[in-house]
């Protein structure tokens, strides 16, 4: 099976990139150009945290064993909030993100105080447009009260800045070619509305040090000027590596639930002989 | 044994993570540990010693992971405000309870200890029964290498019954450690014979302990065979050794001094006459002969008596060996060696029979032995003298002594910078091991297969080891230990030559003769 798919690849890789890199794609990078600002951030002293969460689950015959936590680390490693849940049920994955994502707003509620920049792993976005309406509402709840929250994003899917352009990729794609001096592109408002109500989220891509991958980042502050955000982009500058925040790395090492602490978990809850759902598998 | 009561004198270095064995644990330290560091670990029976075999430092931020100068220079600065960054993780081989090896046992707990136990650094206190032991045969060699307040002593009386080996690069304290041992050994009045083939113990000062013998051999004493490897006539010349068997008789080897060349020649002579076909290959011999007589004036002497005359008992005796050549010196180390052997031989015997220790039994008319008491014998370059893969007359003799010596107290000491050239059969009889620096990886083999003595952890140490320091392992301490040893001042060369300082002071002599030369010059006269 796997020797179809490498000869396929091999086959059609042309055509495949060429779906991508297609005619519109020197229009797109030529557009992702023009709205990129070159700014080289010099690093200003500040606190920053990191907020992320992580959940896992071991599946067995009708019952699954799950954990759920959360984090917000300082740049030096000081865990400024913890929030974390263990219990046994049916859990499905989509319950058990929402739970991360509420355990996340509650850390960055108690770091926000403390620090002068909360930085938290993933979109704003599909949290507010994609969750339950308790997650929703939550989220925008807490984002508004922080007033010095950001959303930080390694990737996105992303495509509404070059959607009229007829953009196969995400917008962070075509920022990352087009460009590779530091800087931000021009922020992005993004109305978002629903059963909540309805939000603009400034969004922007940045690129903290040169040659380093794009992030992307967004916030509710609706002052979101090109000062502003230069302002910010010197304070995230000041500790992070290879143009990521330190803290949102501490922050996932932190909170990470791998596959040998479930079992760790298990274990503890006399669940070792319990039949599993993949032992027919071998897995 | 329970001595949990001092326990809050003690400072906490780490706790024990992992999966431990009742031989080896892993500790997250406070602090980097040291290779050769001593830690006491706290059991229900009692502490015990453990010795940090193997020291890491990782960085959660300063990962393997790093791709380029930029990302390690960020890294960097956020390493160091985040204090739980680094990991300082050491790996101990458990040695047994302190209580019971101040007693000289060796006991290792039953049960590994639990995650969780703390480890505690290892007192001066706790070390100095250990490797400090009172008593007329230990003797001082230097310190522990982490722990420099605690003496480190080796036991003499088991280098002399169970020999020893010092192995070590070129440069790395070898003959120090050699050097150290004579002076101590002397300070006992102790009776040590060192074959010196590079000459680099002659210019030790220990005073009147030391005999310095130039290295003479009486050709009358050797088997045709041998006498013709000192005057180098080739194995493979079989019409010139016949003749110089022939030649070589009793009758020849009565002659002593200058008549004992001429009855050779004549012999020689005499042979070329009767048997024609050989005349040509005795012109040959002679040519050797005189060549020989010539060449090796200093070394061959008919009219020397017994060459073990010239060691003295109760002295540092260091044989020199440097005139010689590789054969030569390979036969009269083994000369000596077999000699020896006879002599201890001789010497137990008659303790045994409760004769004279000393002098000539005139009633008996049996000769007494020339070392009445145990005698080290040190061989230096080992592996040109006990080689692996071929047969010299020296390794047949040092096998004996490496297999006899410990009845009869003939203790041996090889010294060598290439263990992998040594005989692994002598190497593995050495009781007792220094080794020092070893980059090589076959010599680090050879050691491993050598002793039980050493971990596999500690060989994977050895090329961290700077000059002075050693691992000792064996029977001649109490505990495998890291030492560093004494410097001895009483020796003036054996270190690297400085070229570039001698060159210079040669040209400055130049320069001051030919401007006094100058100045009895008249004016005008060139």
């Known amino acids: 099976m796997l020797k179809e798919i490498y000869f396929g690849a091999i086959r059609e890789h042309k055509d495949k990139i060429a779906q991508i890199k297609d005619s519109d794609f020197g229009k797109i990078l030529s557009e992702a150009s023009s709205r990129w600002i070159c700014y080289e951030p010099s690093p200003t002293g500040c606190t920053t945290a990191g907020v992320d969460s992580s959940w896992n689950k071991r599946a067995f015959q009708g019952l699954d064993l799950y954990v759920v936590d959360a984090a917000a680390v300082t740049a030096k490693n000081e865990v400024l909030a913890s929030e974390w849940e263990t219990n046994f049920g049916l859990a499905r994955s989509e319950l058990l993100e929402q739970k991360a994502m509420l355990m996340e707003m509650t850390v960055l509620e108690k770091a926000s105080r403390r620090v002068d920049i909360v930085c938290v792993d993933g979109s704003l976005v599909p949290r507010i447009a994609k969750s339950s309406a308790a997650v929703a509402s939550e989220t925008l709840k807490v984002a508004t009260r922080c007033s010095n929250a950001i959303f930080v994003s390694k990737t996105s899917d992303s495509r509404i800045q070059f959607a009229n352009l007829n953009s196969k990729a995400g917008d962070i794609y075509y920022f990352n070619h087009a460009t590779k001096s530091p800087g931000f592109s021009r922020p992005v408002k993004n109305l978002q509305s629903g059963n909540f109500g309805s939000i603009v989220v400034v969004e922007f891509y940045a690129r903290i040090k040169e040659h380093t991958p794009i992030i992307k980042v967004q916030t509710i502050i609706s002052d979101a000027s090109e000062q502003e955000i230069k302002k910010l982009l010197d304070m995230l500058c000041y500790r992070s590596v290879a143009g990521y925040p330190y803290c949102l790395r501490l922050a996932h090492d932190t909170c990470k639930i791998s596959n040998e602490d479930i079992d760790r978990l298990a274990s503890i809850y006399g669940l070792q002989n319990e039949p599993g759902a993949r032992e027919v598998l071998n897995e | ?526």
């Open chain 2, 1 to 526: 044994m329970n001595d949990k009561k001092d326990q809050p004198s003690r400072h906490e270095l780490g706790i024990v993570v992992g999966e431990t064995s009742p031989s080896k644990v892993t500790f997250e330290s406070r602090r980097p540990v040291s290779i050769g560091e001593y830690v006491i670990l706290t059991y229900e029976k009692g502490n015990v010693l453990g010795l940090v075999e193997r020291s890491f430092i990782g960085s959660n931020a300063l990962g393997d992971n790093i791709c380029n100068y930029e990302e390690a220079f960020e890294s960097k600065q956020v390493a160091l405000e985040n204090r739980r960054d680094k990991s300082y993780k050491g790996f101990v081989r458990i040695l047994g309870y302190l209580d019971e090896l101040k007693k000289c046992k060796a006991i290792i707990p039953a049960l590994p200890p639990e995650p969780g136990t703390s480890i505690y650094e290892a007192t001066a206190e706790d070390l100095q029964t250990i490797f400090s032991p009172l008593g007329l045969q230990w003797i001082r060699i230097g310190t522990l290498l982490r722990n420099t307040q605690v003496d480190a002593k080796i036991n003499v009386d088991k280098i002399v019954s169970r020999h020893l080996a010092i192995l070590a690069m070129t440069g790395m304290g070898k003959s120090n450690l050699v050097s150290l041992l004579a002076k101590e050994i002397a300070k006992i009045n102790g009776t040590m014979i060192i074959f010196d083939y590079h000459d680099d113990y002659s210019t030790l000062e220990i005073g009147s302990s030391m005999n310095l013998v130039n290295a003479k051999i009486n050709p009358r004493m050797l088997q045709a065979d041998k006498f013709a490897d000192v005057i180098e006539i080739k194995e493979t010349a079989t019409n010139q050794m016949h003749v110089l068997r022939e030649a070589f008789g009793t009758d020849v080897k009565q002659r002593k001094g200058e008549e004992f060349w001429t009855a050779l020649a004549n012999a020689v002579d005499s042979i070329a006459d009767r048997e024609k076909s050989y005349r040509e290959a005795a012109a040959k011999v002679k040519d050797k002969i005189d060549d020989a007589k010539r060449k090796f004036n200093n070394i061959l002497d008919p009219g020397l008596a017994d060459p073990l005359a010239l060691v003295k008992n109760g002295k540092v005796n260091i044989v020199n060996l440097v005139e010689l050549t590789e054969k030569q010196a390979n036969i009269t180390v083994s000369y000596y060696l077999e000699e020896l052997l006879d002599d201890r031989k001789k010497a137990t015997r008659q303790k045994k029979d409760g004769g004279r220790m000393t002098g000539s039994n005139s009633s008996t008319g049996v000769s007494s032995p020339r070392f009445p008491a145990p005698v080290l014998v040190v061989i230096e370059e080992a592996h040109a003298f006990i080689p692996k893969d071929e047969d010299t007359d020296t390794k047949y003799f040092a096998s004996k002594v490496a297999r006899e010596g410990r009845k009869f107290g003939l203790g041996l000491v090889v010294v060598s910078q290439r263990p992998r050239g040594i005989d692994s059969n002598i190497l593995s009889q050495m009781g007792s091991l220094a080794v020092m620096r070893i980059v090589q990886q076959d010599d680090q083999m050879q050691v491993s297969a050598a002793s039980e003595a050493l971990s596999k952890e500690l060989i994977d140490q050895l090329p961290s080891l700077n000059p002075g320091e050693a691992v000792f392992a064996g029977q001649w301490v109490n505990l495998p230990a890291f030492v560093r040893a004494d410097e001895v001042r009483e020796r003036k060369i054996g270190g690297d030559q400085m070229a570039a300082e001698e060159w210079k002071q040669l040209a400055k002599i130049k320069e001051i003769s030919k401007e006094s030369t100058e100045s009895y010059i008249p004016p005008g006269y060139v």
